[in-house]
């Protein structure tokens, strides 16, 4: 499988595609449940780990834009209407958008709240502000309403890839997945 993308998203794209949305059904997870938990050593390690993992798609996600400005995009494909192909592209900017968001607002959080920032036990991260409750406070609505934010969107933006997929019988879907994986109704390129 060619690493750029070319015709069809290359293996990099796809691999960072799919890691994202583990890791995010993982934080999703850990996150609504950490709360929860009864003081004590293992809820200062989930909150350390839920910490950890967010780091990571924070990290994830500016290799991405890297690579996506790099590697470029496959040909648009023609069958769609072209107001279709600027919600999708405007749809991409804005999960972009969520995935830079959602880990720095954690990290203005936990700055706030004076809380210190490991990754992994590995290495400190900077605090990005000092102790500052209404701040804190502020930080923790802002997490969580871009969580939700960003759940509705996936949720969205997954169905327009079904749609296109089972309805429209293109290639969409299969252009995110290793060859082989899906068999799409039409061709995966335009002119093919
Ligand atoms: C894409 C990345 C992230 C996602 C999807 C995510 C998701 C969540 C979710 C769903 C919650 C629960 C919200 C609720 O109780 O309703 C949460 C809480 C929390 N997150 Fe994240 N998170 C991410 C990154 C981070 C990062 C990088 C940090 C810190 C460096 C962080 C720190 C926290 C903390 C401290 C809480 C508890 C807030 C409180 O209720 O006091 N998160 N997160
Ligand atoms: C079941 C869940 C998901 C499905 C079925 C899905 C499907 C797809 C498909 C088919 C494409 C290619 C679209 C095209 O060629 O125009 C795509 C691209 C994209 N998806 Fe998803 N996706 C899912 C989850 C996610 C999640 C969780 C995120 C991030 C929060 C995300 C962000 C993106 C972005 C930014 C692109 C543009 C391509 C890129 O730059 O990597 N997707 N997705």
Request: charged share 10%; glycine share 6%.
């Amino acid at each position: 499988m060619p690493l750029k993308n070319t015709i069809r998203w290359g293996a990099i794209s796809q691999c960072l595609h799919w890691l994202t949305l583990v890791l995010l059904l993982l934080l999703a997870w850990i996150g609504l449940r950490m709360g929860a938990l009864p003081n004590g050593p293992d809820k200062i390690a989930t909150y350390a780990l839920h910490k950890s993992i967010g780091l990571c798609v924070l990290a994830i996600v500016l290799l991405r834009i890297g690579w996506r400005l790099f590697a470029g995009s496959p040909t648009p494909l023609t069958d769609s209407p072209h107001w279709q192909h600027r919600i999708a592209q405007l749809t991409h900017i804005a999960l972009y958008v969520l995935l830079l968001a959602m880990p720095l607002s954690g990290w203005l959080l936990n700055s706030a709240a004076g809380f210190p920032l490991q990754w992994f036990g590995l290495f400190n991260l900077p605090a990005l502000t000092g102790h500052n409750d209404a701040l804190h406070a502020l930080a923790v609505q802002t997490h969580e309403t871009l969580f939700w934010t960003l759940v509705a969107l996936v949720l969205l933006h997954a169905a327009a890839a079904f749609y296109h997929h089972l309805f429209m019988g293109d290639a969409t879907l299969a252009r995110m997945l290793p060859r082989g994986w899906l068999r799409a109704a039409q061709p995966e390129t335009p002119d093919a």
